[in-house]
């Protein structure tokens, strides 16, 4: 359908919170470029950690100015209704990004809604009992501990209906898809999320090899940075670790004499640590997973996991290898066969460039005006 069928229209953006800078943000971020006159609603916004929004049109719900707002995992409870306070009259289109509650916002009848998720809700469904092991509120676990089992019920029943809402259902990758299916019981079309693939590109021209590891992502449990500390710890080899969150003390604990934690990086940065890798350790069950494709276009091979979303961002022979059990033996055993020379360069960077930033923007802003002549045609009915 041809993209002049949005000219005119208001657009807004949405996404459950902006409180740091990973993957679900720059996604926001090239949809932002998308529609550089849409604003942005979101929970809770906090301007020093995610400077890509500096100069956005930001709307925050009344969560912004509660104690501790930036701590959003304190107001699970609480979310859902300020998700539906927020105002969304007077739109034509509204498009959420959502790996929790803004699917659940509420339009009116005449403005389309598009969810773009990311995945359904860990901490609600598949993952619940890996979150609740391993809580993230220090001294207030036990609290946790004691209420999360009595609300759960009830934010699950809130989460499933939320998913109906919107009028139309995107997926990040087929995995994500699958699990929609399986928790909301609805069909989402599927647009892989966009790489920065040209920084990663340069740096791999300008950088040479050199003889580390990387690992690199916000350190959250369920990312599972221990097994790539203890694996590497274990064969005694060097490791940098890129990234800060609730484990940082305890992977410190776990770690070898040859791994150095590096904490945030900026972005002009990252490109070149990754590039001097001879490969990137990428231990998460993940629902897409962009850091493969960021490494594979700084011609560096990766080390997954292989289950979820590594099975579409890690192409087996040609950007790395998988293993299929998430325990230090399987890591150590791929490694202690690894060889970073096998890959190739080029290879590696045409797979990423399926993924670019081009060709994701293009999909999404096709698959916006077909969806709006789609829903145009129904109201005329």
Known sequence: ??????????????????????????????????????????????????????????????????????????????????????????????????????????????????????????????????????????????????????LIHKLRQWDFLAAQRPDYLLANSHNSANRVTKYYRREAEVIYPPIQTEIFKKAAEEVKKQDYFIYFSRLNPYKRADLAVLACAKLNLPLKVIGVGPELPRLKNLAGHKTEFLGWVSDDKLPELVAGARAFIFPALEDFGIVPLEAAAAGVPTIAFGQGGSLETVKKG?????????????????????????????????????????????????????KWDEWCNKKRL
């Not at 033996?329 to 890959?343: G, H, I, P, R, T």
């Not at 080029?346 to 993924?355: G, L, N």
């Open 1 to 150: 359908m041809a993209q002049d069928s949005l000219s005119g229209l208001k657009i807004a953006l949405a996404q459950d919170w902006l409180t740091n800078q990973g993957g679900a943000e720059r996604v926001l971020y090239s949809l932002h470029k998308l529609f550089p006159e849409a604003p942005i609603y979101t929970t809770v916004y906090d301007r020093a950690k995610t400077p890509l929004f500096q100069n956005c049109e930001i709307h925050t719900s009344y969560l912004q100015n509660w104690p501790l707002s930036k701590k959003h995992q304190f107001y699970p409870h609480m979310r859902p209704r300020a998700i539906e306070q927020l105002d969304f009259r007077g739109f034509d289109i509204v498009i959420s990004t959502s790996s929790a509650e803004m699917k659940g916002i509420i339009t009116k009848p005449e403005t389309m809604h598009i969810s773009y998720l990311h995945t359904p809700t860990r901490y609600y469904w598949d993952q619940y009992h890996e979150y609740f092991d391993r809580l993230e509120f220090g001294l207030l676990n036990p609290m946790v501990r004691l209420v999360m089992p009595m």
């Open 318 to 370: 040609v950007s790395g290898e998988f293993f299929y059990e998430q325990s230090v033996d399987a890591v150590v055993e791929v490694l202690s066969n690894f060889d970073s020379n096998k890959y190739s360069k080029e290879a590696m960077q045409k797979w990423a460039d399926e993924f670019s930033e081009e060709i994701f923007q293009k999909k999404f802003k096709d698959m916006v005006a077909r």
